[in-house]
């Protein structure tokens, strides 16, 4: 059960002092570098102890840092292979289970949600939990006709110990995106802390899985549970088996890699033209292959409304980008307010700030790999990089967030996966604007 923050808490006042070690100990490091000391040695230690002064608070946070942690993961293969390991390991800790709920907690969550006769919807349910996170844990049941359902059930207090997590890491946010160099750190907090609400309410996932399931109901490609039954904190849904997606990262074929690949890609961008929703929670716990070679997709908390789906701006961005028409694409950004007003960028920082999105559209088929994404995410912790201060000058729009976050997500889970995904096909026949003439 997550750690409820109480005001003027020994808790609070430790949350307070260690991001100023954190970034006590990145200025430290860089004026070592000022001072002409060995820069691989001073980066390696800069980037240990950072990881470890960074993920103690984390570790404080519990759900919200939970949350966060998913968020940062999915970018993991784009960190330095002489930098990765303390924040690999920290990454998969927050991830980690959380402690699982008590039986006689569960029931009186059932009997507050379901109604006191909740059993009688039931022929078996499982008091052990098959899997916890951030705000919940899921049970395997047997629903009253016979359906195996999954039976997520929100944590006691979980929702005020996810909205004072989030508000106490957004105070934190240029300490983060210091030490994840070229991570847009704050903007996604501030994603997070909007879409709070929404996650924390099962009805609203409830409505937005029905959609999605109503959408892709016998589809060849992908596969989405039917919610069986939902109320704020309980939501019940059909069970699905499959190869979570984790598992094809650590040990997957190269057919099953370049399969799940091509359909994580597709899956992001047919949903908003589709079922008029983005998918907004990339990471590979939503993610399972199913044994007849469908995707399949579960957690709908987190998405996005997309009646009119992806923004056509962006399919131009991306198509001018890889066009090299340099002098539309900084008008394009400018205008649209990707730019941040009084400052300079070139038309080739832009290029390169989109280069993981540009670059998978140069081929037919293009190979993501950890080496190809640690070049183009520009994460080679240098604080005085060219990369990070055009970063600093560009403007994330606050409609585009999501969006953005989202397909680097992807981007970055198809380099952990070293996949070949016909990106080019996939943007042609769904990506709107990246075809338009002008």
């Known amino acids: 059960m997550p750690d409820i923050p109480r005001r003027g808490s020994a808790r609070t006042a430790k949350l307070a002092r260690i991001p100023i070690g954190i970034a006590g100990r990145a200025a430290v490091g860089f004026g070592k570098k000022l001072a002409g000391g060995n820069r691989d040695e001073i980066d390696s230690d800069l980037a240990a102890k950072a990881a470890e002064q960074l993920f103690s608070v984390l570790g404080e946070l519990k759900g919200g840092a939970m949350k966060f942690g998913q968020a940062l993961s ?34 009186r969550v059932l009997d507050n949600q379901l109604g006191t006769a909740w059993r009688s919807r039931f022929t078996s349910f499982d008091d052990a939990p098959v899997a916890s996170a951030s705000i919940g844990q899921v049970h395997r049941a047997v629903w009253s006709d016979g359906r195996d359902v999954a039976v997520k059930v929100q944590y006691p207090g979980a ?10 890491m957004s105070r934190f946010a240029n300490t983060f995106s210091a030490i994840f160099t070229g991570a847009d750190v704050k903007p996604v907090l501030e994603e997070l802390i909007a879409r709070t609400e929404d996650e924390l309410d099962y009805r609203i996932e409830a409505a937005n899985q029905r959609v999605f399931a109503a959408e892709f109901d016998k589809d060849p490609r992908f596969s989405i549970p039917r919610v069986v039954a939902s109320a704020p904190k309980v939501l019940v849904t059909e069970w699905m088996t499959g190869t979570p997606l984790a598992s094809i990262i650590s040990g997957g074929t190269v057919e099953q890699r370049n399969a799940a690949g091509e359909l994580l890609v597709r899956f992001a ?40 789906g992806l ?15 340099f002098d539309e694409l900084v008008e394009l950004c400018t205008h649209s307010g990707f730019v941040i007003p009084g400052r300079t960028v070139t038309a080739q920082e832009i290029s390169d700030y989109l280069r993981p999105f540009t670059d998978p559209i140069r081929t037919e088929s293009f190979h993501f790999t950890r080496s190809w994404l640690q070049k183009a995410a520009g994460t080679a912790a240098e604080f005085d990089s060219a990369q990070f201060r055009t970063v600093r000058a560009l403007n994330m729009p606050a409609e585009h967030v999501m969006i953005f976050r989202v397909l680097g997500g992807l981007v970055g889970i198809c380099a952990q996966l070293d996949a070949y995904a016909p990106y080019m096909s996939i943007l042609t026949e769904w990506m709107p604007g990246f075809t338009d003439e002008d």
């Not at 292959?289 to 709908?300: C, E, H, N, S, T």
């Not at 923004?311 to 028409?325: F, H, Y």
């Open 74 to 107: 999915v970018m993991e293969a784009a960190v330095p292979e002489e930098f990765a390991e303390p924040y690999r390991e920290a990454l998969t800790k927050l991830q980690a289970d959380a402690p699982p709920l008590s039986a006689s907690k569960v029931h």
């Open 159 to 168: 929702d005020d110990a996810l909205r004072a997590d989030l508000k106490t």
């Open 269 to 308: 961008f047919t949903a908003p033209a589709r079922a008029g929703l983005l998918h907004a929670d990339p990471h590979p716990g939503n993610f399972m292959m199913m044994a007849d070679g469908r995707l399949g997709v579960i957690d709908f908390g987190a998405t996005a409304p997309m009646p009119d």
């Open 311 to 325: 923004p056509p701006v962006l399919g131009r961005m991306v198509r001018l980008a890889r066009d090299e028409r």
